[in-house]
């Protein structure tokens, strides 16, 4: 079912790798709610193969791009422009990568220049994309952009490592470019703080299936699935939300505000 929400608006969409990514859930919700845009990830990701499926069921075209380039994502800005037909009114960012993480590396044993790649792909890059868009002019007044955070950002998850930091990196860079960008446009920039997921960027935090069960315990409402944040991004991205600026908002069933439940009180007994 359809409410057109989002119904002559035209957007930008990194980061869907494949059938479980956030980011292609996004895809095909704003599709359905009468979207167009163009669909963008690392031309590495693109030998998978999996995106072509998805540009064809939304009728999307597809631009490579590493976001950690700004001539890649110079290109990516005019070919959007020129495919849709001018500026955009929305831009998904979704996009985590932490080779630390992949490679089991302790928080107090990092390499360093890892560490200078996580920062880079999962929060420098956001800064890189709305600099590169706010130079080319490329998005409408009262246009939304969105990036997908964790809590990891707030509090310690010590198997999320070096990711943490790039997540509070990145909700800074909202909250800093958020100002400029609605003085000069009045464009909205805003970061979802998401309950853990099946993902393929989820999977690779140690640990993740325990920890998902731990958060499903622990979230009044449960875990908040891939679906449900594709269709907070759309609301995010109608007009229906257009005083939202400068805000992390966590998607979580009520994770983040949760001190304890009796569920979780019921594992540890009577001492
Ligand atoms: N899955 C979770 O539990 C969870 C929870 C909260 C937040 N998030 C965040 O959601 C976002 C999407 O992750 P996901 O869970 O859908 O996993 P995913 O693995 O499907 O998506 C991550 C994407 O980042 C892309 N990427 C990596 N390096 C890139 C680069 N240099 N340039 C362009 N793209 C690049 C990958 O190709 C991939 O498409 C990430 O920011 C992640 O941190 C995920």
């Not at 996004?26 to 599709?31: F, G, M, Q």
């Not at 009468?34 to 963008?40: D, K, S």
């Not at 490329?138 to 509090?155: C, E, F, H, K």
């Not at 470019?177 to 464009?187: A, D, E, N, P, S």
Request: aromatic content about 10%; some cysteine; proline content about 2%.
């Amino acid at each position: 079912m359809s409410n057109n929400l989002l119904k002559g608006k035209k957007g930008i969409i990194f980061g869907a790798l494949n059938d479980q990514s956030i980011a292609w859930k996004v895809a095909e919700l704003a599709h359905a709610e009468g979207a167009e845009f163009v669909l963008t990830n690392a031309p590495v990701a693109m030998r998978m193969g999996a995106i072509n499926e998805l540009a064809e069921k939304t009728g999307s075209k597809i631009i490579p791009a590493d976001a950690t380039s700004n001539e890649d994502l110079e290109k990516l800005i005019d070919g959007s422009m020129e495919i849709l037909g001018g500026k955009v009114d929305f831009i998904l960012h979704s996009i985590g990568m932490s080779p630390n993480v992949r490679k089991g590396k302790h928080y107090t044993g990092l390499n360093h220049k890892w560490y200078n790649q996580t920062l880079d792909v999962s929060a420098i890059s956001f800064h890189k994309v709305l600099q590169t868009a706010m130079e080319k002019d490329a998005i409408n007044d009262w246009g939304s952009v969105l990036a997908l955070t964790y809590i990891a950002a707030q509090r310690i998850f010590p198997d999320y490592g070096d990711m943490a930091d790039a997540k509070s990196l990145l909700e800074s860079i909202s909250r800093s470019f958020g100002y400029h960008y609605g003085i000069k446009r009045k464009v909205r920039i805003n970061t979802i703080s998401q309950s853990p997921t099946v993902t393929t960027a989820g999977s690779g935090v140690k640990g993740f299936n325990e920890f998902i069960n731990y958060a499903e315990q622990m979230s009044p409402l449960g875990n908040a699935s891939a679906e449900a944040c594709a269709a907070y991004c759309v609301s995010l991205f109608s007009d229906f939300t257009r005083y939202v600026t400068m805000q992390n908002l966590f998607h979580d069933g009520g994770f983040s505000a949760t001190g304890v439940t009796q569920q979780v009180i019921e594992k540890f007994g009577d001492n």
